[in-house]
């Protein structure tokens, strides 16, 4: 076991609010880790103990095999981009990519040698004497992180540094943060609201809610797997539906939602009978169809309803439907091929079919 | 289309009465001060360099031109490290009494100046340091530190917080990280308040009034004892000086804050 972070049983108050709650955490040396969860879930606030800039209440941060607590912040060897980037004004990129090897007394002529093959790994060669404000949003962050990886750290932290940039150039830069990341092979900590980028990005993703961990684990199986109703629903474009157990097992339970009775998935752990449920389901799993199709061998489950809303994304179109028979619960899915599919006009009754291993059945309020 | 135009009238009529109305009396001095003329007049009757001659011979006023420049000299030198630390502190770090702090600070400028000077006159008689020059400059940054502290506040408000942790992140102990990140961020606060700090001590006139004597007369003290005798155009010439020393900062402050002028974007 070669663990390069080890995170135990840490928590973190500020002003009697819990910002972290016992976090446990273990990250591999190499990998990419994403901790992902909505603005307030505590996710900055380990980010900023790993770093050093808090100290946790309880529990311990190993970096390294280390124990880290009475460490202050530049005597650990972790590099970290800044959501605002907080680059030095006054300093022009490669004086920047510089200032970390001059304040950890790297030989004083291996200093010029490093920033050149640092501006390179980020593809600036030739800028290394623009100022920050000299300098566009993109080249800015390339800046931030050469200088986040120019004393070769055993950690890089990202701070959502990518949370500002526009949506094209901010899908430019994960893909190169993930090339820069995989060249030098730095173990990585990523910090972001947005499960697509923790998606795209990483080996190890892990969901936070109000300071708790709500689940770790790779990106296919936290979207395959989500174990409650909170990581279902953060990841992905999910409907739910409340209903009550109506017949019980270890892995699959029926449900009765409205009128309906459906077979739903479980997650390992038996749910009694007359328990009340949350079920979830993806959107892209749900197909469309015209209401006299006949569902055949394709779908285990179909209920009927009426379009509520159509909204067109270009590559997809999403739909809101309303099934009367599930008590009027709303469904949300995708079209994938809007070119060469009918297009649904608002409130046209439809066919929604759908197999029962893609509805996850959570005991209600499993949300931690 | 009339509304805009008499718009238009009414604003720059504004603009030009208050352009004339501000500039008028430096003109006016400017002007009296090259008279070949034994009165300040104006218009001027003639031209020439005669006064400006007469104000460089005068033994008096080069010695308190000399007096003033020492005791601003002494004024900013101390309000530098003095404001901007205090600056930083009370802007920046968390503490007890901040709040307390930074009124208290700010004192200075609740206190009328006539209070200042003769409570300053009695206390530096008390510990026999009155009659002598450097204290004139101690007690004119102690007055005046609030210009120092604001501007410099300035700055460290508009300093992104992170910049010290990115410092720290890179491996700069505490110190290195205040003496090669903080410091030269707010370095156009620190400029512009020891210019302005510069410029006030060098105008500075109701405290000095107290604290010279007739040995350490400095240069505002001075035209304000000629101007009880007599008044000469020699007077409109040093008038003309303070103008053009005043210009001099200006630009100064443009040169070096135009030059830091980047520290301000992202």
């Known amino acids: 076991m070669d663990q390069m972070v080890e995170i135990v049983d840490v928590s973190k108050s500020f002003d009697k609010v819990r910002a972290v709650k016992s976090a446990n955490l273990s990250l591999q040396r190499g990998d990419f880790l994403t901790i992902v969860g909505p603005s307030g879930c505590g996710k900055t606030t380990l980010l900023r103990m790993i770093a050093g800039f808090d100290a946790p209440d309880t529990g311990k941060i190993r970096i390294n095999g280390r124990e880290v607590e009475n460490t202050p912040a530049h005597k650990r060897s972790i590099g970290m981009v800044f959501q605002k980037l907080a680059l030095f004004p006054h300093m022009s990129a490669a004086e920047n990519i510089a200032y970390p090897l001059k304040m950890r007394r790297f030989q004083f002529d291996t200093i010029p040698d490093l920033v050149e093959k640092y501006l390179h790994l980020v593809k600036l060669d030739g800028l290394g004497k623009r100022y920050p404000h000299e300098l566009s949003g993109g080249q800015q962050q390339r800046v931030a992180i050469a200088r986040a990886l120019s004393f070769s750290p055993d950690l890089l932290l990202l701070d959502e540094p990518l949370s500002a940039l526009d949506r094209k150039l901010r899908n430019e830069m994960q893909l190169e943060f993930r090339r820069i990341q995989q060249e030098l092979g730095v173990t990585t900590i990523n910090v972001t609201h947005d499960q697509r980028e923790a998606l795209i990005m990483s080996d190890q993703i892990v969901v936070m809610n109000e300071g708790i961990i709500q689940q770790a684990g790779t990106p296919v199986d936290m979207y395959r797997n989500p174990e409650n109703m909170f990581v279902a629903n953060f990841i992905g474009v999910t409907s739910m539906l409340k209903g009550v157990v109506c017949g019980s097992g270890k892995n699959s339970v029926s449900v009765k939602i409205g009128d309906a009775t459906v077979t739903a998935r479980a997650n390992g752990e038996e749910i009694a009978i007359d328990a009340a449920v949350d079920c979830a389901i993806r959107a892209e799993q749900i197909r469309i169809m015209d209401i006299d199709s006949n569902v055949g061998d394709d779908f285990d489950n179909a209920v009927d309803g009426i379009i509520k809303q159509r909204i067109f994304e270009g590559d997809r179109v999403l739909y809101a439907v309303q099934a009367d028979e599930l008590g009027g619960a709303m469904l949300h899915l995708f079209d994938h091929d809007p070119n060469s599919h009918n297009e649904y006009p608002i409130n046209q009754r439809v066919k929604l079919g759908w197999n029962s291993r893609d509805l996850f059945a959570f005991p209600a309020e499993t949300v931690k | 289309m009339r509304g805009p135009v008499s718009k238009k009238l009414i604003l720059w009529s504004l603009v030009w009465f208050s352009i004339i109305t501000m500039s008028l009396p430096t003109i006016i001095i400017i002007g009296a001060s090259f008279t070949s003329g034994e009165m300040i007049q104006f218009p001027p009757e003639g031209f020439s360099l005669r006064w400006y001659q007469r104000l460089w011979q005068l033994d008096d006023f080069q010695q308190a031109l000399l007096r003033t420049f020492y005791v601003s000299v002494i004024c900013t030198i101390i309000a530098i490290p003095v404001g901007t630390l205090a600056a930083i502190a009370t802007v920046r770090y968390r503490m007890r009494f901040q709040k307390t702090i930074q009124v208290y600070l700010l004192l200075p400028f609740t206190v009328p100046l006539v209070v200042s000077g003769i409570s300053m006159m009695l206390f530096f008689g008390e510990i026999r340091i009155l009659g002598q020059l450097w204290p004139v400059g101690v007690a004119l940054c102690i007055i005046n530190i609030p210009f120092m502290i604001w501007s410099v506040s300035a700055s460290v408000n508009s300093l992104d917080p992170e910049l ?39 105008n500075e006139f109701l405290v000095s009034l107290f604290l010279t004597d007739s040995r350490t007369v400095t240069l505002p003290v001075q035209i304000y004892n000629s101007v009880r005798s007599v008044i000469t155009p020699d007077l409109a010439a040093v008038s003309v000086l303070y103008i053009v020393f005043a210009l001099l900062a200006i630009w100064l402050l443009d040169r070096l804050v135009g030059l830091e002028i980047f520290l301000r974007s992202k």
């Open chain 2, 164 to 202: 010290e942790n990115a410092a720290y992140n890179c491996g700069a102990p505490p110190v290195q990280a205040f003496l090669t990140v903080t410091l030269p961020a707010v370095m156009p606060g620190v400029i512009t308040g020891s210019l302005l700090m510069f410029i006030l001590a060098f």
